[in-house]
């Protein structure tokens, strides 16, 4: 009796054995569309994607956004936490600094990350579970903690090594400055230029963004422009307002970003020059905050070099006072350097369109975020397009 239940049964858990093995070899293999691989040998455009492509749904990117709680930072994490990434937001200040990030993606995908900049370690806790990294970390004026160097190349250059030992990134995005090179004026913009050389030089298939001045609800030269104005109803114009810039909306430099990380790679190893659609001078640029506030331009020229003599003292003091000086909103020595010549995208350079994005122009809605400076408020006309016809103003 026993043998003919051996006979009968013995056959069907060889089968189920053998099924259990097929099965667990199809696991290894990531056959099954459950355990499928979300690495990709070139870019992160063939990430498993679960779901609609909202905030709720797996995009499969892991990032690292160094950088995270400033201008650019938020709009990056924006982009990224609506198409379901889980945003790693590494910090060093207090626990504020992050608190309106966590809002703008869905539960748990917003991670914030104390660390500290000058310690290894800590960066490598931060980019253990990564598979992307962006590195937006910069700063146009001088500390007593960090200088230009410290801040804009030696950290770039702590992180793509860290990020060439981890293995597992797929992406890496520095961000840097258009005008950065080697023989700029700009203290700033030599370190930055550094720092890509560092970065290519440490990971070849690293992407290169060079954004020119960034406008928005948080800039920091429109802002400073039309508090000072309002202050003290004129604003100072550094060598006649005469340098050519190339301002930028700063969603569009967000959107360039997440088109380069959504690609198939053919971004890696690239650098692309981020500039807007007009090509203006820095006293045009101050007309148009003057037209959207709605007050009378007034200006005063500053030649560079009263510019660089009201500027100096703070540089010089800097570090030999034991309290920390204030920050300079207008007479910034080293941006009065940059100013002192032209900042546009180069002739032959990638741009915004070897991304497929248009930039937007700044007159109109990307600029409407000064009309809390008009004297009546805001209420009086939503865009710029609008004209006060009453005589009572």
Same mark, same amino acid.
């Given at each position: 009796?026993?043998? /003919?239940?051996?006979?009968?049964?013995?056959?069907?858990?060889?089968?189920?054995?053998?099924? %259990?093995?097929?099965?667990?070899?199809?696991?290894?293999?990531?056959?099954?569309?459950?355990?499928?691989?979300?690495?990709?040998?070139?870019?992160?455009?063939?990430?498993?994607?679960?779901?609609?492509?909202?905030?709720?749904?797996?995009?499969?990117?892991?990032?690292?956004?160094?950088?995270?709680?400033?201008?650019?930072?938020?709009?990056?994490?924006?982009?990224?936490?609506?198409?379901?990434?889980?945003?790693?937001?590494?910090? %060093?200040?207090?626990?504020?600094?992050?608190?309106?990030?966590?809002?703008?993606?869905?539960?748990?995908?917003?991670?914030?990350?104390?660390?500290?900049?000058?310690?290894?370690?800590?960066?490598?806790?931060?980019?253990?579970?990564?598979?992307?990294?962006?590195?937006?970390?910069?700063?146009?004026?001088?500390?007593?903690?960090?200088?230009?160097?410290?801040?804009?190349?030696?950290?770039?250059?702590?992180?793509?090594?860290?990020?060439?030992?981890?293995?597992?990134?797929?992406?890496?995005?520095?961000?840097?400055?258009?005008? /950065?090179?080697?023989?700029?004026?700009?203290?700033?913009?030599?370190?930055?230029?550094?720092?890509?050389?560092?970065?290519?030089?440490?990971?070849?298939?690293?992407?290169?963004?060079?954004?020119?001045?960034?406008?928005?609800?948080?800039?920091?030269?429109?802002?400073?422009?039309?508090?000072?104005?309002?202050?003290?109803?004129?604003?100072?114009?550094?060598?006649?307002?005469?340098?050519?810039?190339?301002?930028?909306?700063?969603?569009?430099?967000?959107?360039?970003?997440?088109?380069?990380?959504?690609?198939?790679?053919?971004?890696?190893?690239?650098?692309?020059?981020?500039?807007?659609?007009?090509?203006?001078?820095?006293?045009?640029?101050?007309?148009?905050?003057?037209?959207?506030?709605?007050?009378?331009?007034?200006?005063?020229?500053?030649?560079?070099?009263?510019?660089?003599?009201?500027?100096?003292? %703070?540089?010089?003091?800097?570090?030999?006072?034991?309290?920390?000086?204030?920050?300079?909103?207008?007479?910034?020595?080293?941006?009065?350097?940059?100013?002192?010549?032209?900042?546009?995208?180069?002739?032959?350079?990638?741009?915004?369109?070897?991304?497929?994005?248009?930039?937007?122009?700044?007159?109109?809605?990307?600029?409407?975020?000064?009309?809390?400076?008009?004297?009546?408020?805001?209420?009086?006309?939503?865009?710029?397009?609008?004209?006060?016809?009453?005589?009572?103003?």
């Amino acid at each position: 009796m026993m043998e /003919a239940y051996s006979r009968r049964v013995g056959p069907l858990m060889k089968s189920s054995t053998t099924l %259990r093995y097929l099965y667990a070899s199809s696991e290894c293999r990531n056959e099954h569309p459950r355990y499928a691989s979300t690495l990709a040998v070139k870019g992160v455009g063939h990430l498993v994607r679960k779901g609609t492509g909202g905030r709720s749904s797996v995009s499969g990117i892991v990032a690292t956004v160094f950088g995270a709680t400033g201008f650019l930072g938020r709009y990056v994490v924006q982009q990224l936490a609506k198409m379901g990434s889980q945003v790693l937001v590494p910090f %060093r200040g207090s626990e504020d600094s992050h608190r309106h990030l966590k809002l703008m993606g869905d539960l748990g995908q917003i991670v914030p990350m104390k660390y500290n900049p000058r310690d290894e370690s800590s960066i490598k806790a931060v980019m253990a579970k990564a598979n992307v990294v962006l590195n937006l970390i910069g700063r146009e004026y001088e500390t007593r903690n960090y200088s230009f160097e410290e801040v804009n190349l030696d950290m770039a250059e702590h992180i793509a090594k860290i990020a060439r030992e981890h293995g597992g990134i797929m992406r890496f995005i520095q961000m840097s400055c258009l005008g /950065a090179s080697s023989s700029s004026p700009s203290r700033m913009l030599r370190a930055k230029a550094a720092a890509e050389a560092v970065v290519l030089r440490e990971l070849p298939e690293a992407t290169i963004m060079k954004p020119a001045v960034m406008i928005g609800t948080e800039d920091r030269i429109m802002n400073k422009w039309a508090h000072f104005a309002k202050k003290w109803s004129f604003l100072p114009m550094i060598g006649n307002g005469s340098s050519k810039i190339q301002p930028v909306y700063v969603i569009d430099v967000a959107a360039a970003i997440v088109a380069a990380l959504k690609d198939d790679g053919a971004s890696m190893g690239k650098v692309y020059e981020l500039g807007g659609p007009d090509i203006m001078t820095v006293h045009q640029l101050a007309e148009l905050m003057y037209e959207v506030i709605r007050e009378w331009p007034r200006y005063v020229n500053v030649p560079f070099p009263i510019a660089r003599a009201v500027a100096t003292p %703070r540089e010089f003091f800097l570090r030999k006072v034991p309290f920390p000086l204030p920050n300079p909103d207008i007479f910034n020595l080293d941006q009065i350097e940059s100013l002192t010549v032209d900042t546009v995208v180069s002739e032959n350079a990638l741009t915004f369109q070897d991304l497929g994005i248009a930039p937007h122009k700044l007159k109109g809605y990307p600029t409407e975020y000064l009309t809390c400076y008009r004297k009546g408020g805001p209420s009086i006309g939503a865009t710029i397009s609008e004209r006060i016809t009453s005589p009572d103003f």
